[in-house]
């Protein structure tokens, strides 16, 4: 049974960091390119950052381009989003995705997300 | 805001059809066959439904199909089920910065 389970999410202040993390199961861990994707409140769903299954390829959306930093580990299965100058508008549920790497386009299967609150 | 266009709320009776409708620009939806449409029920992860505008994953009903005309998606559900009750999505490569961008999901309800 595939499962991808977001962790690290909370209320942090602006300026401060945090560090996601997404365990996976269930699936090819290697095989797959790993997202971030985040919806704000009452907001539509944004990309956030890609990393491929070798880790040679990342791109991250502009928003957040030099501030968050995306990384997996394959021995452990884990996908992780460094999250640095955080500001209020980076709030949003965080979700980590997977991607088979033949088709990067299309988030195969879905963690439930961890909320992350950046407020004074 | 998000980059595609969805109907925030479609409905329909148990076992009517029902299509979303996910629009874009030649940029997106138009200019490439890299659409996929997602199910989430509430407090869920999300589940892929379609893929590459019409494909369906393995496990997934023959009751959902995709198409494309131009720069608009669809999503078809046939013989609409009370479990079929949820928020759906689309998603689609795009050639700009963003990469991949998303429709605002649209409630659909079953009367």
């Known amino acids: 049974q595939v499962q991808l389970l977001e962790s690290g999410g909370g209320v942090v202040q602006p300026g401060r960091s945090l560090r996601l993390s997404c365990a996976a199961s269930?699936?090819?861990?290697?095989?797959?390119?790993m997202h971030w994707v985040r919806q704000a409140p009452g907001k539509g769903l944004e990309w956030v950052a890609v990393?491929?299954?070798?880790?040679?390829?990342?791109n991250y959306a502009a928003s957040v381009k030099g501030r968050f930093t995306i990384s997996r580990d394959s021995s452990k299965n884990t996908l992780s989003l460094q999250m640095n100058s955080l500001r209020p508008d980076d709030t949003a549920v965080y979700y980590c995705?997977?991607?088979?790497?033949?088709?990067?386009?299309?988030?195969?299967?879905w963690g439930q997300g961890t909320l992350v609150t950046v407020s004074s | 805001q998000s980059a595609l266009t969805q109907p925030a709320s479609v409905s329909g009776s148990p076992g009517q059809s029902i299509t979303i409708s996910c629009t874009g620009t030649?940029?997106?939806?138009?200019?490439?066959?890299?659409v996929s449409w997602y199910q989430q029920h509430p407090g869920k992860a999300p589940k892929l439904m379609i893929y590459?505008?019409?494909n369906r994953p393995s496990g997934v009903s023959d009751r959902f199909s995709g198409s494309k005309s131009g720069n608009t998606a669809s999503l078809t559900i046939s013989g609409l089920q009370a479990e079929d009750e949820a928020d759906y999505f689309c998603?689609?490569?795009?050639?700009?910065?963003?990469?991949?961008?998303f429709g605002p999901g649209t409630q659909v309800t079953v009367l």
């Open positions: 590459d505008v019409t």
């Open positions: 990393i491929s299954d070798g880790e040679t390829y990342k």
């Open positions: 269930g699936f090819t861990f290697t095989s797959y390119a």
């Open positions: 995705a997977a991607a088979h790497d033949s088709r990067w386009h299309t988030f195969d299967y």
């Open positions: 998603s689609s490569y795009t050639s700009s910065s963003a990469l991949y961008v």
């Open positions: 030649s940029s997106d939806v138009g200019g490439y066959n890299f």
